[in-house]
């Protein structure tokens, strides 16, 4: 490991930063095609089709679960006349991990009686995306609908306008909060950051992440962050807009092709006015970090391993454990193979309607090659849209991935391929609006598929039975977990 660590170290002091860059691209394409992991299983599923009973079943809405939104403050509260100071933050990571922070952002300032400026979305160096708030949200929306909460503001006035983000880059200064933990209390901001308002009359916070409690906060304040992240948070016209073309022709029995104006009969009008979304993060980050094997031969294993070393200098913990310990505690995603043939076994067939949330898959596409068999159907951003059509989103990340956002909630059926922030987003959005998402039981999908030996009926008899109550149901959140996953009870009310 020392020796490996060295090797490395080498490369940057003697080529340069650029070079280790292209060296990390060039060890990516160091992998085999991959052939099917479960080819008897796959063989099986494709000549599997479901018959209307259980299409009946599976696409079927939600029944009422007896919870329903509830947002209203317990006691009306009036915003001060003089807010205490302004208060700044820089939200990393991608478009669903920034959300959770603005609306931590807004329940901060509501603890500190402050004024926030619209938050400030770093570039995510996977991602890659420069796009603003202003850019992906409606801004105004935003304000006015949290105008009796909390005092918000697009630009800082003129005799705070030196506090930027540069200012903050080149050294230390008195008004930014660096040391925030993880999951600080009310008590914290009160104690740590209240002061430094006070004094300033301006502070930024950076890092900051999960940087506020889920638990021992008034149920006002967790209604403020539902708030925001489920009424106030509308993405702007122009993605909706096109949102909105691009789930007309998913459930269009005819499908009309944006760009060549081809007609194409997709099937019984009832089966294509239904489809379902499925989210399939499998990029490179994802399958070194996982530490899994991924069928791609020990090419793709030494390549993800060099990977893992050049990114995290070995501190990835689950590097410490056998691909059968991984597999067996569900902390191995899904390959596009795996959730096709779960997708098959829970009642979906080449029939399907199947919208693809991706971003990129490593692999390309021979790995995804396998669920493309399983569904003919499947459509992406990029197959449904022109090219004219995707010129304002294109090379933006964030901006496709809250298109993605869009289609996926307004679709019959959503599921995600491994967990993560769009995962927990989607499934909380979801839950609180009653719409029926899967959420694949990871250890025992890992447990089923390393038994080779398992024939077609068993294996779908074990997915639908490990897969019972785990359609949408309302699940309530537990002490320590995120209510941005589990919106129930907080922000939830029964009857």
């Known amino acids: 490991m020392l020796l490996v660590n060295y090797s490395v170290k080498m490369l940057y002091s003697i080529f340069g930063f650029c070079t280790c860059q292209c060296f990390v691209s ?64 820089f939200l990393d990571g991608g478009l669903n991990q920034q959300r959770m922070g603005i609306c931590d952002a807004i329940a901060v300032a509501k603890i500190l009686n402050a004024t926030l400026v619209i938050p400030h979305l770093e570039v995510n160096p996977v991602w890659k995306d420069s796009s603003s708030f202003e850019e992906i949200f409606d801004v105004d929306h935003f304000i006015n609908s949290l105008k009796d909460e909390v005092s918000i503001i697009k630009v800082l006035p003129k005799e705070f306008s030196w506090s930027t983000r540069e200012y903050y880059g080149t050294g230390i200064r008195a008004t930014r909060i660096k040391t925030a933990p993880l999951h600080a209390s009310a008590n914290w901001y009160l104690e740590n950051v209240s002061p430094i308002l006070q004094s300033y009359g301006i502070v930024a916070i950076a890092p900051f992440s999960h940087r506020l409690a889920f638990d021992d906060l008034p149920v006002d304040l967790q209604r403020l962050r539902c708030k925001v992240n489920f009424q106030a948070l509308v993405f702007r016209s122009h993605i909706i807009s096109l949102g909105e073309t691009l789930v007309k022709r998913l459930r269009s029995p005819v499908r009309v092709h944006s760009s060549k104006s081809i007609h194409q009969v997709v099937g019984d009008t009832n089966q294509a006015e239904k489809y379902a979304v499925l989210h399939l993060r499998f990029d490179k980050d994802m399958a070194a970090h996982s530490a899994c094997d991924f069928g791609g031969g020990r090419a793709e294993q030494l390549a993800l391993a060099k990977y893992r070393q050049v990114i995290w200098q070995g501190r990835v913990l689950n590097s410490q454990l056998t691909d059968e310990e991984l597999r067996n505690t569900g902390r191995c995603p899904l390959t596009p193979e795996e959730i096709g043939l779960l997708l098959v076994a829970l009642g979906f067939d080449n029939r399907t309607r199947l919208y693809l949330a991706s971003h990129k898959v490593y692999g390309g596409e021979a790995r995804i090659s396998s669920l493309r068999k399983l569904f003919p159907l499947m459509e992406d951003k990029r197959s449904l849209a022109s090219e004219d059509e995707l010129a304002n989103v294109e090379g933006k990340a964030s901006v496709l991935a809250a298109l993605d956002y869009y289609i996926s909630m307004h679709s019959d059926i959503f599921i995600s391929a491994s967990p993560g922030n769009m995962h927990n987003a989607l499934v909380a959005h979801r839950s609180y609006e009653n719409l029926k998402t899967i959420r694949p039981n990871m250890a025992l999908l890992g447990r089923t598929f390393a038994n080779k030996s398992m024939e077609w009926p068993e294996f779908q008899q074990v997915v639908q039975a490990g897969h019972k109550g785990r359609y949408g149901q309302i699940r309530l959140r537990k002490a320590t977990q995120s209510i941005y996953t589990y919106p129930a009870p907080d922000c939830m009310c029964q009857g």
């Open 26 to 89: 060039g060890i990516l394409q160091e992998w085999n095609a991959p052939k099917p992991m479960h080819p008897s299983l796959l063989n099986e599923a494709l000549r599997w089709t479901a018959t209307d009973g259980q299409k009946k079943d599976l696409w079927s809405p939600l029944p009422y679960q007896g919870w329903k939104p509830c947002l209203t403050p317990s006691v009306s509260h009036k915003l001060p006349l003089e807010p205490s100071g302004y208060i700044q933050v």
